[in-house]
């Protein structure tokens, strides 16, 4: 079994930055693809960054340049620093795993950027 926690999230003005935390306790992978997803109200949640094990990073065009996705393979943790945020960044953000025997979530953790 695989449990993802989430942490960082919080109220910031636009422009701010945060950092999202997401830490994967379990079992060892060596192979495996782990993603920032967003849903906001009213939408459908969306893949926002991806990393893989084998160091291919993905964004998404509204965050190339101020979001980056980061890996800390000792701590098991994926980090998502978020940088001149904007209110359009708004929404709940889940941290995701995929490997080989299936797929897992975290708990989501609430991003606001006020205007």
């Not at 160091?55 to 098991?76: A, C, E, M, Q």
């Not at 998502?80 to 209110?87: A, C, D, F, G, R």
């Not at 889940?94 to 606001?112: A, D, H, M, P, S």
């Amino acid at each position: 079994q695989v449990q993802l926690v989430e942490s960082g999230g919080g109220l910031v003005q636009p422009g701010g930055s945060l950092r999202l935390s997401c830490a994967a306790s379990g079992r060892f992978f060596s192979v495996y693809v782990m993603g920032w997803y967003r849903q906001a109200p009213g939408k459908q949640r969306e893949l926002v960054a991806s990393a893989t094990s084998g160091g291919t990073l993905n964004y998404v065009d509204p965050v190339k340049g101020r979001f980056t996705i980061s890996r800390d393979i000792f701590k098991n943790t994926v980090y998502l620093q978020m940088n001149s945020l904007k209110p359009e960044d708004t929404a709940v953000y889940y941290c995701n795993l995929k490997i080989g025997g299936g797929e897992y979530w975290g708990q989501g953790t609430q991003v606001t950027v006020s205007s």
